[in-house]
């Protein structure tokens, strides 16, 4: 497959994560898109759903059961839980060949009890549960060049694992004490009209959601219990602010004896210092949203807190690129074996 | 006093808690604004500055200088911390019958040596320090009450010190283990031309800043440290966040043994069931920063965390209003001796 | 009537006009709130729609059909346009006594035939419609005092109205000749959960709607028309703004011979210059949205084009509140035989 | 020059469409970025200023006497207007060999009266003035390939020209009757610290400036003039709305006899059907300056009107991209005789 393009479906084109694939995808030199999907949009140009992409030829929405498998070789799948695991199961038994990228919450818990219990029903493809790979690209790269199906992480918990698993890893923070306090933009809300997702109810103003209880704990709870080698159930609270895209994660750690602030930003100068997508700024810098809206680049800040064993390690995403579709791209071209950074490399909108 | 109106002064008044007070003076049934200053812009119509108060008929705005004390009964201090502390010194040489609500930082700490530690320079009106009342209303009304100068208390603390120091007083919680998250909408940095607070350096992004040592934590700790009878220093990080108004506190707490979250929340139902500017939420409820936008509430609300012995308390105010201006006049009224509520019954604008 | 609180109902309480009504009424000290209705939400407490109204004791949300109307003196209908007119019908059949502020389009239209033109059936209320005062008070101020039923004008409409209509009767413009360019903030469009009006949908750009054809297009062609004694036909584009309040009109008018723009700010600062709510600022200055938001206050500005026969007339108001509850109220005092300002006397909330 | 790459220097870089610039020139494959300058920001590295672009290998800032012109192929001069035409003025007598696109005001108006009094000074360098190519695209395309300077045209310019010119030029319009409503984005006013551009004076809420008088009608009245072979003045108001970037045109025109709203869709879907910038929606469809934030692409739409000889046209550009920075690399490509879209292909982040 050294030049030739691989053939790209996307389900549930007509949301954002779906746009920003479009977005992505057109300008990416080793890929055609092939199919789009949007059930209830069946029919439509894209278009109509999405105008900023008139200029461009693309093919029209259509149900999932139009799509021509057989012309297919990657699939990214944009719908929401609970019915993905189904899709999916269903596409590699009539499409064995095909490869999966899945943006939903489905394939990401390995553990089919938390599966239960964090989504309140039993999982319905509990075999494609255990083949799935988790796709935060830094700490899963190898499996995922090998893999067949990619469980694209969360949008909070890529910020919060990129800094927080290799501090649990090398022994650098104690695992017991940690608060993530984090803030979203509010297409990590999706694209379904609800009236608390209204301009009125969201601009002007912010508020905590999911406290103490928010889906997201379950990837968390997953990832840091394994670096940790035992159960862990960290403190994270999100929160709704007026903005279009962005995580931004303000955590709280307690170092172990001797480390301090310079040893926790010593750790991931070290741990990130040949990726393309995660910046460790200087100890003590503060990085805002901005610096990566619309890029895939994570930026993390180390600071000192007043006490010698406490330190803020701040990581901030965009929930649309390393938080979800640029993530998947990522994850896409290690399956295809393509270059990582192949069609990432926008560089943040900022202003 | 009984019907007479008091004559007020606002020194400071082109900046956004100068505008609020004379929002809030101009419908006070009890006051009548005779002087107003803004040295840069002296000589000036308030109209010029603030062309929402053209309808009315308010004094020019003239130089500190200028003001004829013996015909002010209270003064509003409005200025930047540092410069306070001299002028409001001459104040009460020149007019010892003055009242003053300064809303600077310089007479919120009590020890000399905290303030010259925070401020970097020796405090220049030492006795005046020792003099004034720390003005959070719910905490200390009686002294306000006899009060001459009232220090009116940061907008971050004050949405802070509203839950945690009762509960610390209680014993409900664990003192050593308080960390605070807090965002702040944008008039919290005041109205200066400054790059960083541009629209578009401020919209569509959030970013931490003071993390580690940001000022408002002197006040923190001196008033959690007064409740809990020895020296704390909680976590305490600020944010900005694209919004004009409000102050959202995310509070993570650990409880005493056999508290729990329904224990915490009974404390603050308790202690603020009579208070008028003071909303407890039932037990799960979350505040958003809009219902209180505009108004002189605190909105406070406690959510259990996952582990039993975690609580998690939001509290939420208007920056401007409880956390500076609001909070001025119902001082004010104390220091009087007016119905506290008096012209600050305005309820949230939202939407 | 003299100090006795009229009893007030409100149908349609869970939406912003419903809302803003309310935050009004609270505070008005000559009226009583005994019924809201909302049919959806019937059964729940105003607090669970809107928490900012926690603090305040309101009656439940019911039906329409579980008011009970000998105990209400006026109603305010906040109803969607269309199912409106059978509501009030009703509502004059059961309880002849009861008076009617009406906020939807329904009354607005005094021709049978424009109403169906421009909403597509016949009216179903006719002699209501005949009998229903127009209620932009500066100019129907006599006929307001003596109505049972007074239809509230829309937000854009009394914008441009009140600058137009006066310069209209004067003869101080070309009547052929108004282009007015509207743009407005998002609660004009109510609280419904529309895809479009999501705030990924609407922050950070914006667009016109409507273009050629909006429905607020048939007030202005019936007042225009009334003042010039002729059928006009006025270009009018209505925008939608990354605001929540605010409509911001700007108009494009031809002068008549020899009159300029000083004759039309003379023209304008005549007529309101004795008007509470309107203020008219000096020729040559421009007024922003912010000015009135919050506030019952409509500013309007007078700027010279490069042609001598050309001016640009700005108006601006809070669509809430000039644009809709705040001229609601208005309407209220004068029926009730009220102080005209009474509840009314908020200053804008800027910033 | 095949395939090597063209060495850039960029004079202002610190502002925002210098970093608009950075961001386009990191990533077009035939450029490399050999000097930056920032008077008063010379020695900082890039990343202090913009920290977006941390990741990336950039020269430090310097001042303009710093810059090795020799090493120097083309410039882009993102300098003040009326600085800069000392600026390139001196740089051609240091380096004949060098290219500019100029993205100030001062080479785009070819009459030096009409410099002058619009600048309120005499042009310093009338022989540039006179050599200068206007830089919009799409009209002077085959002058710019031949340019040494190359007067990159304002934002409101650029958005409002492109559907105007057209359609005088082929006579679908009466060019005396033309009313251009334009609405602007913050970032429009640049990067200087003033008062009246902070996040608190600009959020949630607009206005017009600068009304009767901006300077961008000196290219307006040029242009249109130009094509309507008379002096015309049109009615042109500028307004900025609360959003980052967009510039947003609503153009009330009157069409010629028997023209309509069809004839002048068809003359613009003609005139631009090849353009690769420039996307013309069916009639009745309205663009939104989302569609093309951060993108070069100009979004033009046309509707009727009610009058049948009345037709509105809207037009919206990114003011930073095809308004300023985008606009400004496509003049660059021609002038160095590069593929005219390479290194613009970037989507529209919406949302």
């Excluded at 050294?2 to 746009?19: F, H, M, Q, V």
């Amino acid at each position: 497959m050294t030049d030739s393009k691989a053939r790209i479906a996307i389900l549930g084109a007509s949301g954002y994560t779906g746009s920003e694939l479009l977005r992505l995808l057109l300008r990416h030199p080793r890929v055609e898109i092939v199919a789009l999907t949007a059930d209830r949009k069946a029919g439509q140009a894209v278009a109509d759903v999405f105008p900023q992409f008139a200029p461009f030829s693309l093919p029209k929405l259509i149900t999932i059961e139009q799509v021509a498998w057989k012309d297919v070789d990657l699939v990214f799948c944009a719908l929401p839980h609970g019915t993905t695991q189904l899709v999916i199961k269903n596409v590699f038994e009539t499409a064995p060949h095909v490869k999966v990228v899945d943006l939903s919450a489905d394939f990401r818990l390995r553990d089919d009890g938390a599966y239960e219990r964090w989504y309140g029903h039993p999982h319905q493809a509990l075999e494609l549960q255990q083949e799935a790979v988790y796709g935060v690209v830094e700490l899963y790269r190898d499996d995922i060049r090998k893999a067949r199906l990619v469980a694209n992480p969360g949008c909070y918990t890529t910020t919060a694992i990129l800094p927080v698993v290799p501090l649990i890893e090398a022994g650098a923070i104690e695992p017991e004490h940690i608060v993530i306090d984090a803030k979203s933009g509010v297409t990590g809300a999706g694209r379904s009209a609800k009236e608390n997702l209204l301009f009125t109810e969201v601009t002007e103003g912010m508020h905590a959601y999911g406290v103490g209880g928010h889906r997201h704990m379950a990837e968390l709870d997953q990832e840091f219990s394994k670096a940790a080698g035992r159960t862990l159930s960290p403190s994270f609270t999100p929160h709704l602010v007026p903005m279009t895209r962005g995580i931004y994660a303000t955590i709280y750690l307690k170092t172990g004896a001797g480390v301090g602030a310079e040893g926790v930003h010593r750790v991931l100068a070290d741990f990130y210092k040949s990726e393309p997508f995660v910046h460790v700024m200087p100890l003590g810098q503060v990085p805002q949203s901005r610096f990566v809206k619309g890029s895939n680049m994570a930026f993390i800040g180390v600071v000192k807190d007043r006490a010698p064993d406490r330190v803020i390690v701040i990581s901030t995403t965009d929930n649309l690129m390393k938080g979800a579709s640029g993530q998947a791209v990522q994850n896409m071209n290690l399956v295809l074996g393509y270059p990582e950074t192949m069609g990432l490399e926008q560089i943040a909108l900022f202003p």
